[in-house]
């Protein structure tokens, strides 16, 4: 049984139904579910604060977390998903932008500024964490574009750090699209038995001798949220690049070349991120075909 629920379909109704050790359930009994499910821990790593870093300039897509999504900012539709997660008591967007702070200002949400000297999310939050006032045992780093970000799988990363003393970063994966095999906007990602990273990839892995796409084999797709211990998170921007990381563009490479140990679930999850601005089609055919206002 998966340490969180899986979302999948229901047939012809277009609604969410969650499994939960077995039992399927709408979306406002799944809501109740999955907060009885995750029950706070007393101790190790209980306290979790999830940080949305959100930056304005972007090669692909400049302006991105304010490209409306059905009307709203997609950060607002981020935003307004991590709200619903059971595991964080609190949630901040991390930005450089005044532009996209006003905005989320605008729609209730707590804002920290941070530097524009900043690499990448992870360092936003590491920036941000540091401008907190008060101590979390784990941060969620969640992408301002993953307007559908389902708020069990927050849950389920917060709590797979919280069953895996060993790892200090945790993150989630899905079913990967043979559409999206050879896409390097969509980053794959091969575990072990044991549910650890061995690797990501902006490229198919495991990649065959034939070159081409096996049906029958559950390739994955890394979605966009990461959960850090946070005193590994305030090391991290100390850490030097790692050859991997910089050939592939990936900053989990970083984590894994310096011998962490990252823990992976798998959940069932048909949306992605915003990577481009035709994305943004796709992200509102989907709220469409889910009655998502």
């Known amino acids: 049984m998966p340490i969180c629920p899986a979302p999948s379909e229901s047939s012809g109704s277009g609604s ?159 079913a990967l699209k043979p559409d999206d095999a050879f896409d390097t906007n969509r980053v794959k990602c091969v575990v072990d038995n044991q549910g650890y990273a061995i690797y990501f990839s902006r490229g198919l892995i495991p990649f065959n001798k034939s070159g081409k796409v096996n049906p029958h084999f559950p390739y994955l797709l890394h979605l966009g949220i990461s959960g850090f211990d946070s005193k590994f998170l305030k090391i991290y921007p100390q850490l030097a690049p790692t050859p991997l990381q910089l050939e592939e563009d990936l900053e989990q490479l970083k984590v894994l070349e310096n011998g962490y140990k990252m823990k992976v679930i798998k959940v069932d999850h048909d949306a992605h991120g915003v990577d481009a601005p035709e994305d943004v089609q796709k992200i509102e055919a989907l709220m469409r075909a889910r009655n998502i206002q």
């Open 16 to 174: 969410r139904v969650w499994i939960f050790h077995g039992l399927a359930l709408g979306a406002a009994a799944a809501a109740a579910a999955a907060a009885y499910l995750y029950r706070r821990p007393r101790g190790f790593r209980s306290l979790a604060v999830g940080i949305i870093p959100a930056r304005y300039a972007s090669s692909r897509f400049e302006g991105k977390p304010l490209a409306l999504i059905l009307g709203k900012p997609m950060i607002q539709r981020t935003w307004e998903r991590v709200m619903l997660a059971s595991s964080l008591d609190h949630v901040v967007v991390a930005t450089d932008d005044e532009k996209i702070a006003e905005c989320c200002r605008g729609f209730g949400a707590d804002v920290i500024m941070t530097s524009v000297s900043c690499q990448n999310g992870s360092e936003r939050c590491c920036e941000a964490l540091q401008k907190l006032r008060k101590h979390y045992d784990i941060v969620v780093n969640i992408q301002g574009d993953e307007p559908l970000i389902e708020p069990e799988i927050i849950d389920g990363v917060v709590m797979a750090l919280q069953r895996a003393p060993d790892a200090v970063f945790s993150t989630a994966a899905t």
